[in-house]
């Protein structure tokens, strides 16, 4: 079992959410229902009643007991591609009370016109837009219900990019003047403009565009949710997450409370971390992107909607691509604000044929807590919404968590918790003990803000991960492995060689100090890799091998400090801009890299190595040249100083034909002392000549 141990603990898990679990791909996807069409056509709604023949998007927002739809452009005819069709409406809206989706939406009802068709709900307010250009059109991006209204926001589209106006490159793209705020409720036949409400840019002109362009505003379209009551937590702020205009962008991340929606000023905009706390901003131009524009190897966001996911036990937020065959992504993360994970594919551009774009979720339409998420979609061809649903392959991880206050809570794992597939995270000043056998898939210790988490391992603990242990893998956390004896033994995850070996400090702060015992790592050691990170690890006694690489190299600040203890590294140390202090026990290695400017210092201890990169300075520890070569090569100048050690072993079958030899290519410098060893009972006879040092200087 596992158990917690902390003063206070029953408010703590009551406030704390559910067990987390990864997102790791999507299955089941299906087109539901057709929620909008032509007569004739296989809609579930004969929207073509009310003169919607054509729409797309299909925001949601639950609101007063109804699920409310906000479409965008309109037309009373099929096929008009999004432009230029009979009775363009920019925008109209239904509603329906129909809470089961395994057969589609029914809508209940629209918003008409005297007439009895949908009219338009959102207008352009008076304000003017990019000197001579449009409006085009007017569609809403996100919406959301407080203070017994819905309040919507939307964008003013002042050139769509299918004509170039002049002095502008040709390209495919939105231009907006703005984004602005309307509100709405029930009795009234249209949104009321917010005066003054206007996401724009300092001094007019453009205001976002199509990302690549220009235009600095990133709230063109948003996606709104509380984080609240889904998380239990005392949070009453609304966020708005912010892409720019166009189908492709970074995001940003802004929030307001419910009272103060309509008032900009109050909105406050998030701007990274600061003493494990979020810090905001007040103009959002001051703001940093929470998901880049373009990740490494994909695509921007677009047409966002975001939800807390139970059956995640996370926030996910799904989006579609990029470029001409856009595919639709999910993304998971523990706070509005991130870190968000890396996305996964949910639906392939080829299993919607016909131009699919805009996936927006409700927490309403969800089965199994969330496990399988209904969202609607729009196709280009033929020009309607649908309601589709897949299901999320989810990897379940085990969550330990603090408790508000100084105290924490303490994790005792016993055989069998946690499971040898499980993820397993430790954060938010959770400390797991490891007192038995213990095994995991991949464990990660302070992934997001916050005060971050330890693993100890005792001297009765032995834990087995199949993959990874990764520390401190979010700007501002904080991960710790202490080693008092037992074992660890990191493995190799064949489907991903990411998910292999030890990362000290990915993005944040890492602690790996090992005082007993035995520390395994298959795989690489990776300190500090990313810029502002800072790993250190500390050997005092015990054991670490190390089947690969250990790089101490990173754009962080990577610190090895060896007192005592032995280290193994079947491939090379970096060195790099790193710092490597040994001074008691053995290092070990076939190669190590000492070029760029980092720091390597030698003041006791035992250094064996097979080849050495760069300048040695030996100032007080012993130089043993590797058994497992024909000569230690030192690449540079070596300067032993007095006090320090040259050990070299003669010995071997063959009369001393194996000895240790040291060769170096730069100048030299010897004080100290040579030792010499005879192995294998080896007794030199008179005449034996034995090469043990070369150099060139």
């Known amino acids: 079992m596992l158990a917690l141990t902390a003063c206070g603990l029953l408010a703590a898990l009551a406030a704390a959410p ?20 032509t007569p004739g056509s296989s809609s579930i709604n004969p929207s073509w009643q009310v003169g919607v023949q054509g729409t797309d998007l299909g925001h949601m927002v639950n609101h007063n007991g109804k699920t409310y739809f906000l479409f965008g452009d309109t037309f009373d005819a099929e096929g008009s591609g999004g432009s230029g069709g009979p009775d363009w409406r920019y925008n109209v809206m239904a509603y329906s009370t129909d809470a089961t989706p395994a057969d ?34 007017y569609i809403p991006t996100g919406a959301i219900s407080a203070n017994n209204k819905i309040y919507a926001w939307s964008m003013r589209i002042d050139w769509d990019g299918f004509t170039d106006p002049p002095d502008v490159p040709s390209t495919d793209g939105w231009m907006l003047s703005h984004a602005g705020l309307s509100s709405w409720q029930e009795g009234d036949s249209q949104f009321r403009d917010v005066p003054g409400f206007r996401f724009e840019a300092p ?31 005392n949070d009453p702020y609304i966020y708005i997450w912010g892409t720019p205009g166009g189908r492709e962008g970074g ?29 905001w901003a007040n103009n959002e131009f001051d703001a940093e992107k929470i998901i880049p524009s373009r990740p490494e190897g994909g695509t921007g966001v677009g047409e966002m909607s975001v939800m807390y996911n139970e059956a995640v036990g996370a926030w996910t937020l799904m989006s579609m691509t990029g470029g001409p065959q856009p595919d639709f992504e999910i993304r998971q993360a523990q706070n509005p604000w991130g870190p968000w994970s890396s996305p996964v594919r949910v639906v392939d551009f080829s299993q919607a044929p016909g131009g699919m774009y805009a996936p927006y979720m409700n927490p309403l339409y969800v089965e199994d807590g969330g496990r399988t998420v209904y969202f609607t979609m729009s196709l280009w061809h033929p020009y309607d919404v649908y309601l589709a649903k897949a299901t999320l392959e989810l990897s379940p991880r085990t969550r330990w968590l603090a408790a508000v206050g100084t105290w924490s ?16 995270l430790i954060d938010n000043g959770g400390v797991a003990n490891v007192n038995s056998a213990a095994s995991a898939q991949l464990l990660d210790v302070g992934t997001g803000a916050g005060l971050g988490g330890r693993v100890v391992v005792s001297p009765g603990g032995a834990l087995t991960l199949g993959g990874a242990l990764r520390l401190g893998l979010a700007r501002e956390s904080h991960g710790e492995l202490i080693v008092q004896g037992g074992s660890i033994e990191t493995g190799r995850d064949l489907t991903n060689p990411l998910l292999a070996g030890l990362s000290v400090a990915g993005a944040g702060r890492g602690l790996v100090r090992v005082e007993a ?38 754009n962080g600040e990577g610190t090895l400090d060896q007192s005592g203890g032995t280290l193994s590294i079947g491939g090379m140390l970096n060195v790099g801009g790193g710092a490597v202090n040994l001074s008691g026990g053995e290092l070990a290695a076939s190669r190590i890299r000492h070029l760029n400017g980092g720091s390597f210092q030698f003041t006791g201890g035992t250094l064996a190595v097979g080849a050495f990169d760069g300048p040695l300075v030996n ?77 060139t200087s």
């Open 18 to 37: 559910a067990a987390a679990s990864i997102i790791t791909g999507a299955q089941n996807f299906e087109i539901v229902a057709r929620l909008t069409g």
């Open 104 to 137: 589609g939406i029914t809508f209940d009802g629209w918003i008409t016109r005297p007439n009895g068709t949908a009219r338009q709900v959102i207008f352009p307010g008076a304000e003017q837009g990019v000197p001579g250009f449009g409006p085009i059109t």
């Open 203 to 233: 001094g007019g002109g453009a205001y976002s565009w199509a990302e690549g362009r220009e235009g600095p505003g990133n709230f063109g379209m948003v996606a709104a949710s509380y984080r609240s009551p889904a998380e239990n937590v």
């Open 251 to 279: 995001v940003k991340l802004a929030r307001v409370l419910p009272a103060q929606i309509e008032n900009l000023s109050a909105y406050q905009f998030y701007d990274g971390m600061a003493g494990g706390e979020p810090r």
């Open 409 to 424: 809570n303490e994790a005792n794992w016993n055989p069998g918790v946690p499971a040898s597939t499980d993820h397993v």
């Open 517 to 554: 015992g035995e520390l395994r790592v298959a795989g690489r050691l990776t300190m500090a890799p990313s810029t502002g990170s800072s790993g250190r690890m500390e050997l005092l006694g015990g054991a670490v091998t190390v089947e690969g690489d250990l790089l101490a190299d990173g």
């Open 619 to 695: 100032a007080g520890g012993t130089l043993a040249p590797s058994h497992e070569t024909t000569e230690t090569r030192i690449n540079g100048d070596y300067a032993q100083q007095a006090g320090a050690r040259l050990a070299i072993e003669i010995g071997g079958a063959l009369r001393g034909s194996e000895f240790d030899a040291l060769a170096v290519t730069g100048a030299m410098t010897l004080d100290g002392a040579l030792d010499i060893a005879l192995t294998d009972g080896f007794q030199p006879m008179p005449g034996d000549v034995f090469d043990i040092l070369d150099f």
